[in-house]
C-alpha cells in the first residue's frame, strides 16, 4: 500500500517562501506505476480540494493550476521517492492545507482521481 508523508507547511509572510516535500513509501519494489502521475493538492477552510501542481514519474513537462503558475515550482526525484513543490511569491490566498496525492494511468486534475494521499501539511500566509 502506498504511503505518502508530507512535511515543510509553515507560518510566513507575504512575498515570502516554502518547500514542501512529500516522501512516498510501501509501493512494490522499484515500481514507480502506482506513483505515476502525483500532484500537490490543497485545500482552504470552507473550499473544495483543488490541484495546483501535477508531475508524471518520467519527469516530463509539469502541469500548473492558473494560480500559482509562475510562483510554484514541483518536482520530484525517483531515487529519494519524494516529491516537492518550491513556493515563492506566497500570498495569502495561498493559505491552505497542502496534500500531496499518487495516481496510475493518466494524470487528472480532480482529487477523487488520486487513490494515495497524505496527512496534509499546513502552509498559512500572512499580510
Known amino acids: 500500500q502506498v504511503r505518502l508523508a508530507e512535511s515543510g507547511g509553515d507560518s510566513v509572510q507575504a512575498g515570502g517562501s516554502l518547500r514542501l516535500s512529500c516522501v512516498g513509501s510501501g509501493y512494490s519494489g522499484s515500481s514507480l506505476r502506482e506513483l505515476y502521475w502525483m500532484g500537490w493538492f490543497r485545500q482552504a477552510p470552507g473550499k473544495e480540494r483543488e490541484g495546483i501542481a501535477i508531475?508524471?514519474?518520467?519527469?516530463?513537462?509539469?502541469l500548473y493550476h492558473d494560480s500559482v503558475k509562475g510562483r510554484f515550482t514541483i518536482s520530484r526525484d525517483n531515487t529519494k521517492n519524494t516529491l516537492y513543490l518550491q513556493m515563492n511569491s506566497l500570498m495569502p490566498e495561498d493559505t491552505a492545507m497542502y496534500y500531496c496525492a499518487a495516481k496510475s494511468g493518466f494524470y487528472s486534475w480532480r482529487w477523487n482521481d488520486y487513490a494515495a494521499w497524505g496527512q496534509g501539511t499546513q502552509v498559512t500566509v500572512s499580510s
Open positions: 508531475i508524471s514519474v518520467a519527469g516530463g513537462t509539469p
